[in-house]
């Protein structure tokens, strides 16, 4: 079932979007499909993707389904170390549990580097880039 494209509809396709939820929205509206239809193909509630679309938005945990349907990632990389960490970490939905396991580091030094608290050493900055650029090549 196509949605009719309205004058707010129009509006919406012209207007640059800024969240992760506003490029949701956008490409829902492309593709003629109702929050109902991309609840169903996220595996989330109608209400969810209504709340990532006005709100902007989404849970950690459905940032990698959400870039799937989009089809890009709208997510900047960074170009500073910790930040392109905190992008990996975000982009693949990882929790600091999650990235500690991938990486064969404590969640909690995760943490303090992410968070500014800590500065990582040579060895360890090293070990990230590594890390980083494996994930990329992958």
């Keep these: 079932m196509e949605i009719p494209l309205t004058i707010p509809l129009l509006e919406e396709l012209t207007r640059k979007p800024i969240t992760l939820g506003d490029h949701l929205r956008r490409r829902r509206i492309e593709l003629g499909l ?7 193909r996220l595996g989330v509630t109608t209400s969810t993707v209504w709340n990532w679309e006005n709100r902007g938005s989404v849970d950690l945990r459905f940032t990698p389904r959400v870039i799937e349907f989009l089809g890009y990632n709208p997510i900047p990389q960074p170009e500073d170390l910790l930040e392109k960490l905190a992008w990996y970490k975000q982009v693949n939905g990882l929790t600091l549990e999650q990235l500690g396991a991938k990486m064969g580091r404590d969640p909690e030094q995760l943490a303090d ?3 500014g608290r800590h ?14 650029a494996y994930r990329h090549a992958c």
């Design 34 to 40: 109702y929050q109902k239809d991309v609840a169903t």
């Design 113 to 115: 580097w992410l968070s």
């Design 119 to 132: 500065f990582p050493c040579r060895r360890n900055r090293e070990e990230i880039e590594e890390f980083l």
